[in-house]
Every structure is written in structure tokens, then in C-alpha cells.
T-cell receptor, first 118, second 108 residues
Framework: KAGVTQTPRYLIKTRGQQVTLSCSPI?????VSWYQQTPGQGLQFLFE???????NKGNFPGRFSGRQFSNSRSEMNVSTLELGDSALYLC?????????????????FGPGTRLTVL | ELKVEQNPLFLSMQEGKNYTIYCNYS?????LYWYRQDPGKSLESLFV?????AVKQEGRLMASLDTKARLSTLHITAAVHDLSATYFC????????FGKGTRLHILP
């Protein structure tokens, strides 16, 4: 079974630009979460989607947005990029059912997208 | 708001020794996860602990959960160099919150 894939793997942008990152979950997984990882702040939760609905959102400004498609693929968008947005963006998929009943909701992480903002 | 604290944050230890990483969390939860991350790599799931008293073991790693104390431990037995990595615990309380990670360096 193929793992979680993320594209692109590396991205260099300049301040003020916008960026879209893509995540394809493991087949059968309907829950997708996004995280930002930086050396200073560690792993911070961005969003969680289940069946095209955003279930949760972390404490990030409105410049960060996301969506999930009917095939469970997800995208996140960052507009008006700032230097501080430079980070590794990780996507994870799981069998989490949105209702707390999935007993093993292990998150399987993709390789990440390394975003550098100049 | 849920807070997840790991300690220690850095750990350097000799091969063959035992040690424990602690994960405390602030709000009731019955799901706790342990992950491993190698430098420059993504996260790999190690354990999912779903109930009070849960204990799981894989090789030299053993994880346990005490939901009453809001504490999980990751115990390393007879450490080997290959276990050098950063270990994260995470807790689900609606959303999943990660600890800051414990960077483990095992000296040969």
C-alpha cells in the first residue's frame, strides 16, 4: 500500500507570494491533518480534515487555509508569505473517523514539503 | 488548552544503558501516541496507547500510559546507537497536540 505523498518536496518563495502544498493520503484514509515543523516552535497543528470538512484548526493566522477533496486528497495554501513561514510542512493521514470510534487512529506522515521564504 | 510536556528534551546516554522519557499532558485524554523522527526525515509511528494501563513493547522500546496521572513513559532498554533519534509524544483531545520532542543521542 502506497504511503502518504506530498508535493512538492522543496519550494523556495519570496515574501508576499503565495504557495499551495498538496497531500495524497493512504488509500482508504479519510482523515488528513497538516502540521508545521520549525526548530523553534516544534510541531504545530494546522488543520484536520475529514470527509471534506475541516474538523479542527490550529492557532494560525487566516493566511493559512486548506481544503479536502472528495477523493480525500488535501491542499493547504499560505498567502502573503512571511519569512517566518519557512518550515517543514507535514501531512498525515489516518483512519480516524471523525466520531472518535476508530480505535487505531495512528497518523501516517508524508515526507513533508520544505518551504523556504526569502 | 491542552499542553503536552516531554522531559528531558535532550538526552545523551551510553550504549547498553536504560533510560526513560516522560510525557505529561494537562487535559483528560485516552489516546496517546509516540513517534520517532530521524534527522531530515518525517515522523514514524511507534505506539498508540488507547487506555489506562496500556503497555506496548517493540524491541528495546516500551511505552506505557497512566491516564489518571496524565503520564506516559517511553522506556529504552539496553540502548543501541540505532535508537538515536528525536522522540515525540502526542495527545488527542479533539485535535492532536505534540510535545517538543526528546533528542536522544546514544554514544557507542
Amino acid at each position: 500500500k502506497a504511503g502518504v505523498t506530498q508535493t512538492p518536496r522543496y519550494l523556495i518563495k519570496t515574501r508576499g507570494q503565495q504557495v499551495t502544498l498538496s497531500c495524497s493520503p493512504i488509500s482508504g484514509h479519510r482523515s488528513v491533518s497538516w502540521y508545521q515543523q520549525t526548530p523553534g516552535q516544534g510541531l504545530q497543528f494546522l488543520f484536520e480534515y475529514f470527509s471534506e470538512t475541516q474538523r479542527n484548526k490550529g492557532n494560525f493566522p487566516g493566511r493559512f487555509s486548506g481544503r479536502q477533496f472528495s477523493n480525500s486528497r488535501s491542499e493547504m495554501n499560505v498567502s502573503t508569505l512571511e519569512l517566518g513561514d519557512s518550515a517543514l510542512y507535514l501531512c498525515a493521514s489516518s483512519l480516524f473517523g471523525g466520531d472518535g470510534l476508530a480505535r487505531d487512529d495512528t497518523q501516517y506522515f508524508g515526507p513533508g514539503t520544505r518551504l523556504t521564504v526569502l | 488548552e491542552l499542553k503536552v510536556e516531554q522531559n528531558p528534551l535532550f538526552l545523551s546516554m551510553q550504549e547498553g544503558k536504560n533510560y526513560t522519557i516522560y510525557c505529561n499532558y494537562s487535559t483528560t485524554s485516552d489516546r496517546l501516541y509516540w513517534y520517532r523522527q530521524d534527522p531530515g526525515k518525517s515522523l514514524e509511528s511507534l505506539f498508540v496507547l488507547l487506555s489506562n494501563g496500556a503497555v506496548k513493547q517493540e524491541g528495546r522500546l516500551m511505552a506505557s500510559l497512566d491516564t489518571k496521572a496524565r503520564l506516559s513513559t517511553l522506556h529504552i532498554t539496553a540502548a543501541v546507537h540505532d535508537l538515536s533519534a528525536t522522540y515525540f509524544c502526542a495527545v488527542r483531545h479533539d485535535k492532536i497536540i505534540f510535545g517538543k520532542g526528546t533528542r536522544l543521542h546514544i554514544l557507542p
